[in-house]
């Protein structure tokens, strides 16, 4: 079967850094995304990774391992507007995506 | 350039009542994915359509059926509705193998 996993919920303090991990099963690998969601509101894209490495934009990276089916979103200097649910899906062989359930990060002063 | 939109906002039905929600897609995009999203979870894959045909589906019942119209806007029909169909309904919209953008969704009440 086809499986993400992510933490269900971290906690960080703003200014400093986290890291949200994803581990991945999936009929085929076609690209992994990170796509942030605040409440009641539609996801919206961060990052995409289709090679091994680390993918740097802002205050966002992302890191991909396809031998390890294991990715990374980080996020530095974290200000309170950070705090929402962050997904991890994985475009499989038939480019369809797959997501995990989420992690909610929560942003303390 | 505009974005992905979708109507209604929300909307309110009862047990075997019917629902069809709309979508229109990003200016240049050729597919739309529909997803289900339950209250802490990750979006569930419904369907996907490229130019007016379905090309994936995911673990829905039949009663969930859709439409791509020729300017890649798109319908999601849901016949039969029950309650566990309660959930926020996004739509994305992509250039065939490119990264999805979202709508702002349909939060759909079944009562």
């Known amino acids: 079967g086809q499986n993400i996993d992510q933490p269900t919920e971290m906690t960080a303090t703003e200014g400093a850094i986290v890291q949200i991990n994803c581990t991945y099963q999936?009929?085929?690998?076609?690209?992994l995304f990170w796509y942030q969601q605040h409440a009641g509101e539609a996801p919206t894209f961060l990052s995409y990774n289709v090679l091994d490495g680390l993918e740097e934009k802002g205050r966002f990276s992302s890191f991909l391992s396809r031998s390890k089916g294991y990715s990374y979103l980080l996020l530095k200097e974290l200000q309170m507007k950070d705090s929402a649910s962050y997904l991890c899906a994985v475009r499989d062989s038939n480019y369809q995506l797959i997501w995990g359930a989420g992690t909610k990060l929560i942003i303390k002063p | 350039e505009t974005g992905v939109t979708q109507s209604p906002t929300h909307l309110i039905k009862t047990r075997g009542q019917q629902v069809t929600l709309r979508c229109s897609s990003q200016s240049g995009h050729n597919t739309v994915s529909w997803y289900q999203q339950a209250l802490g979870q990750g979006p569930q894959f419904i369907f996907q359509y490229y130019r007016e045909e379905e090309n994936g589906r995911g673990n829905f019942p039949p009663r969930f059926s859709g439409l791509q119209f020729p300017n890649y806007s798109s319908e999601l029909n849901v016949n039969a509705l029950e309650l566990d169909d309660s959930a926020l309904y996004l739509c994305a919209s992509s250039q065939w193998g490119n990264t999805q953008y979202f709508g702002p969704g349909t939060r759909l009440t079944v009562l």
């Open positions: 999936t009929s085929g690998f076609n690209g």
